[in-house]
T-cell receptor, first 111, second 113 residues
């Protein structure tokens, strides 16, 4: 039962370029979405979130876009830096306090 | 350093056994969350406690239980352990809601042999 999917297990980009990480969901009851970053041997770290009443949220180099009709969200990192190399998880929450995570995308930013 | 502590860091045990994982939330946070990350699955939300009361339940097995104590620390109890329970178990804390920014601990790696 994969209600949140990250179809790209890995992504490699050049330093200074745009990283685009994608996430799809199937349950239209999800109304809040989050992105977490995880380095090896550490717990996940919150990056950015978006409510379903918005279609865009920005925080510094990180922007999340939400397309409700397509049940799709994207995380953009501009510009990408080598320190951004990590696994990125998207997560979705519904109004029943059910939280689901995608399987993660491993981002590698090459100098 | 997220301010969330988890003990122990590593745990090795045998099938059928019972273990307890411990978590201390960030100062001021009332909510504690437990997550499981296994090799073949991503992060799975298990359960949330808020100020001592269970508030949200995810994919937590009946063999697993949790509680949050008056000092707000939390314990996750795993019993009748199976090989498939081998995973990283993360605890996180936040001020209140699931949507609030959660701060994760470093995790407890459980190996069931």
């Amino acid at each position: 039962d994969q209600q949140v999917k990250q179809n790209s297990p890995s992504l490699s980009v050049q330093e200074g370029r745009i990283s685009i990480l994608n996430c799809d969901y199937t349950n239209s009851m999800f109304d809040y979405f989050l992105w977490y970053k995880k380095y090896p041997a550490e717990g996940p770290t919150f990056l950015i979130s978006i409510s379903s009443i918005k279609d865009k949220n920005e925080d510094g180099r990180f922007t999340v876009f939400l397309n409700k009709s397509a049940k799709h969200l994207s995380l953009l990192i501009v510009p990408s830096q080598p320190g951004d190399s990590a696994v990125y998880f998207c997560a979705a929450i519904n109004n029943n306090n059910d939280m689901r995570f995608g399987a993660g995308t491993r981002l590698t930013v090459k100098p | 350093d997220s301010g969330v502590t988890q003990t122990p860091k590593h745990l090795i045990t045998a099938t059928g056994q019972r273990v307890t994982l411990r978590c201390s939330p960030r100062s001021g946070d009332l909510s504690v969350y437990w997550y499981q990350q296994s090799l073949d699955q991503g992060l799975q939300f298990l359960i949330q406690y808020y100020n001592g009361e269970e508030r949200a339940k995810g994919n937590i097995l009946e063999r697993f239980s949790a509680q949050q104590f008056p000092d707000l620390h939390s314990e996750l109890n795993l019993s009748s352990l199976e090989l498939g329970d081998s995973a990283l178990y993360f605890c996180a804390s936040s001020r209140d809601r699931l949507e609030d920014e959660q701060f994760f601990g470093p995790g407890t790696r459980l190996t069931v042999l």
